[in-house]
């Protein structure tokens, strides 16, 4: 069984540290991003590619790695393990492909509690830095 291209993009994206320049090909022009400490959801490529950009550095250390994922058609959820400052995070992606193989709609769920209150301080410093 092959792997969805855009997935495989994704995959590659992450294991290949981050360029912004190939996640910003990943994604549709009204892509949207769930966020699991932002309230609505963040709409168009930029937004999204901003979010992404900055959780890929934020949870994408060394010790990331995806543990599963559930692949239907134009649509995925990996699950992934993490940790930052000492808190180990578990949570999903759940990304859904257009027809030209690019991310639709991303969402991130986190668990425990202080890891999403881990991941909400991170990814603030990381966006205010961006804005910068």
């Known amino acids: 069984m092959s792997q ?36 609505t959801p963040q709409e168009g490529a930029d937004k999204v590619f901003t979010y992404l950009h900055a959780a890929s550095h934020v ?18 959820v990996l699950e992934f393990q993490s940790s930052l400052d000492g808190i180990q995070i578990n949570g999903v992606d759940i990304i859904r492909w257009n027809d030209e193989g690019k991310i639709q709609d991303f ?3 986190v668990r425990p ?18 804005a910068s």
């Open 4 to 39: 969805h291209p855009g997935l495989a993009a994704w995959h590659t994206y992450m294991a290949g540290g981050g360029d912004p320049r190939a996640l910003r090909d990943l994604l549709a022009e009204d892509a949207v991003f769930h966020s699991p400490v932002v309230h």
């Open 59 to 76: 949870l994408g250390g060394d010790d990331f790695r995806y543990l599963r994922e559930i692949v239907d058609g134009d649509q995925a």
């Open 107 to 109: 969402k991130v769920m």
């Open 113 to 130: 509690l202080k890891a999403i209150n881990k991941v909400w301080e991170k990814m603030a410093a990381m966006l205010t830095a961006q």
